[in-house]
């Protein structure tokens, strides 16, 4: 198990010299179990909460908003924002992500912009990026296998939806403190839309390349606004992700069709007299080539091959 994750800041907490703790165990910091699940609490505030000056800090805080996160104690011991026995403290690895699932009290203190089940694209990302890195390090798979329930459905020692200890210790994947066992009540993270974040943590397949020629290509770059051209008819990420985020589709470089990328494609330049068609694959005339090169040249004088 590790201690400290380079990727997580740990610098000087806002609130001054505040200390954080582990969980203790005969006044000694509490280890972690070896295959501990991942968990995750809402903070209920707009940003890096105080934890009651270390009573009540988890091991990490993810701040989807400002895309920011901290570590608050090694991984390889357990935390303190969960109720009840040591042994519930250290069969988890406790990650608090900014933001309310309660939104009454959202609503109440003017914070709907931190209203988790609202939380857009980008903040799920950078959720799945950050709770992927943890699940990485500490040995938790990307899954999850219990019900999620909305607050305030989601609280209560009776919610129907927490484990029981033995389960909890043995619980493989990631869960919400909704699910932690008696004695804990409280039902974040509520209704964030932990489907999503899951699907996101996902490993990428591999990027599949998608051959054109070379001058389609140039051309299809030179429409998204690409000042650099390629010298292979092969689409790589430079150029997908463009065109992802031109036709408002997940913007992760994945060409996850290529017959329908291709058709896209012949669709959006259709308009153009060029002369030309794509293909997903195979050699271009010498004279095709050239009208398309020639026609580059004229649109954008300062297009280099
Ligand atoms: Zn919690």
Known sequence: MPTWLPEFSRDAHPYGSLAFYPALSGGQPAAMDATPCGLAHSTESPNLPGYEGGATNPNFTIDPYRMARRQHVPANVGSRALRGSVAIACAAVQVEIVGYCDKATATKRGHMAYYLPDLGEAGLKYLAESLAIIGKACGIPATSSVKWKAYPASAGVDNGIRLSLAA??????????????????????????????????????????????????????????QTTFPTVGVLKVDTVTPWQQRMGTTDDGVVSNPSSLVAAVQAYLSDDSIGYSLKASGAWDTATRAACEDYLLNKNGAFTR
């Open 168 to 225: 909890f210790k043995s619980y493989a994947g990631w869960l919400g403190h909704q699910h932690a066992p008696d004695p804990n009540f409280h039902g974040d993270p509520g209704a964030l839309n932990m489907t999503r974040v899951l699907q996101l943590m996902q490993p990428k397949p591999a990027t599949q390349t998608l051959e054109m020629s070379w001058a389609a290509h140039a051309r299809l770059r030179y429409v998204l606004g």
